[in-house]
T-cell receptor, first 114, second 115 residues
Framework: AQSVAQPEDQVNVAEGNPLTVKCTYS??????LFWYVQYPNRGLQFLLK??????LVKGSYGFEAEFNKSQTSFHLKKPSALVSDSALYFC????????????FGQGTTLQVKP | KAGVTQTPRYLIKTRGQQVTLSCSPI?????VSWYQQTPGQGLQFLFE???????NKGNFPGRFSGRQFSNSRSEMNVSTLELGDSALYLC??????????????FGEGSRLTVL
């Protein structure tokens, strides 16, 4: 069965410092991997995805993620954090079956302090 | 292009009642999925509809049901509401087939409170 783990409930970073939000996954076959962000009382906004190709994926708002097949990880990164990046981040996986069913991690709250 | 629209945004019901939530997908998107978000369980997949047919279902009791209309709009219904049904219900739409890019596009959600 597919699963996603986000080992940190919260990540605290100072503004201007690099940030990493961790995600590991388990899926049979080739994974489709996604990162979404959620601001308070809002829906989820798509940040980036890995389907195939280059292991380093660039997305919205300066975020990027690195797909590591041997470690089954897909960590979200940003070189320089902004206070406005503070939000709830979700990693998700879908088997390559082209459906709308995503398996989400529990989410990681990112707190960027000035 | 308009995004995914969910109505109502907020609603309060009492135990035993039923509720219907509506979702209008992005124009051209034929797949609509529903998710339940709670603090304790996180985001859980309810079901997915494509071309008016349910093609995926999560592990929820039969009180949770849905349907999709010919214009791709979808509704979900929860009958005999329980306190534990209080949650943010999120709808997402996506392209399917040759033009699919993989990601889901989410609405703002319908926040249901059961008293």
């Amino acid at each position: 069965a597919q699963s996603v783990a986000q080992p940190e409930d919260q990540v605290n970073v100072a503004e201007g410092n690099p940030l990493t939000v961790k995600c590991t996954y388990s899926v049979s076959g080739n994974p489709y991997l996604f990162w979404y962000v959620q601001y308070p009382n809002r829906g989820l906004q798509f940040l980036l995805k890995y389907i195939t190709g280059d292991n380093l994926v660039k997305g919205s708002y300066g975020f990027e993620a690195e797909f590591n097949k041997s470690q089954t990880s897909f960590h979200l990164k940003k070189p320089s954090a902004l206070v406005s990046d503070s939000a709830l981040y979700f990693c998700a996986v879908r088997e390559a079956d082209n459906t709308g069913k995503l398996i989400f991690g529990q989410g990681t709250t990112l707190q960027v302090k000035p | 292009k308009a995004g995914v629209t969910q109505t109502p945004r907020y609603l309060i019901k009492t135990r035993g009642q039923q509720v219907t939530l509506s979702c209008s997908p992005i124009s051209g998107h034929r797949s609509v999925s529903w998710y339940q978000q709670t603090p304790g369980q996180g985001l859980q997949f309810l079901f997915e509809y494509f071309s008016e047919t349910q093609r995926n279902k999560g592990n929820f009791p039969g009180r949770f049901s849905g349907r999709q209309f010919s214009n791709s709009r979808s509704e979900m219904n929860v009958s005999t509401l329980e306190l534990g049904d209080s949650a943010l219900y999120l709808c997402a739409s996506s392209l399917v087939g040759g033009q699919a890019t993989g990601e889901l596009f989410f609405g703002e959600g319908s926040r249901l409170t059961v008293l």
